[in-house]
């Protein structure tokens, strides 16, 4: 909001839960903030909402991959892709279904935003990934729980305005990143550093120096270099 952005907090996830509780004092901070239900494609009629000459900042949490995965899609994506239904899947051909189905939402995402909201920088990332036979826990835990998706797009307008933040996370795409320091990274690319920010864990500054002996999950209690 400082950095002059209108700000919105689209969820697909539960608010009431001891572990969403931290996500919900964050999200009750947005200018506007809406919890949906359903499907991860509902946020789509949500994004036509947003004004389209504002300088806007979105934060859309999807459902995603989420045990059960069968429920996370649609009946209609099934059929129009010819992939096989939840009651007859395995569960990692249920959970491929539910990658696919969020490759095609952010797909969704990404065409209309291009379009109609002058888009500039989109970020993705999850929070976790899965096991097939624990799906993600703390214990059992193992590494293939936290393998994460994390990618940046940046504007031809963007890359034009700020080269150097573009050529840095190119240079920088090969190194070790966790989701604890997407608040830096998101405060950099955004050009919103602020009196907590520490360009160290900020992976698309020059300054970005974490290394997988310094790198933690699991509330910090397990080092990423364990898993290389």
Do not use: C
Request: aromatic share 14%.
């Amino acid at each position: 909001k400082k950095a002059g952005y209108h700000t919105y907090w689209f969820s697909l996830q539960n608010k009431s839960t001891v572990s969403d509780a931290g996500i919900t004092v964050l999200a009750k901070q947005a200018d506007t903030l809406k919890w949906l239900k359903g499907y991860d494609e509902n946020v789509l009629k949500e994004l036509k909402t947003v004004p389209q000459g504002q300088n806007n900042f979105i934060i859309i949490h999807l459902s995603g991959s989420h045990f059960n995965y069968d429920r996370r899609v649609p009946d209609w994506f099934l059929e129009q892709y010819n992939l096989t239904k939840g009651s007859k899947g395995s569960k990692e051909t249920n959970y491929d279904n539910s990658l696919q189905y969020t490759d095609y939402v952010l797909q969704q995402i990404f065409a209309y935003s291009m379009q109609h909201l002058n888009l500039q920088a989109m970020i993705y990332f999850s929070d976790h990934s899965e096991n097939m036979q624990y799906t993600h826990t703390t214990s059992p835990f193992t590494f293939d729980m936290v393998h994460i998706p994390f990618w940046v797009y940046l504007s031809p307008d963007y890359i034009h305005q700020y080269p150097s933040t573009a050529q840095t996370l190119r240079n920088n795409r090969q190194n070790i990143f966790t989701n604890d320091t997407i608040f830096e990274t998101v405060s950099g690319i955004i050009q919103a550093p602020s009196n907590v920010y520490d360009a160290r864990y900020d992976i698309s500054s020059p300054s970005y120096s974490l290394t997988p002996d310094q790198a933690l999950t699991i509330q910090g209690k397990r080092h990423i270099s364990e898993d290389l």
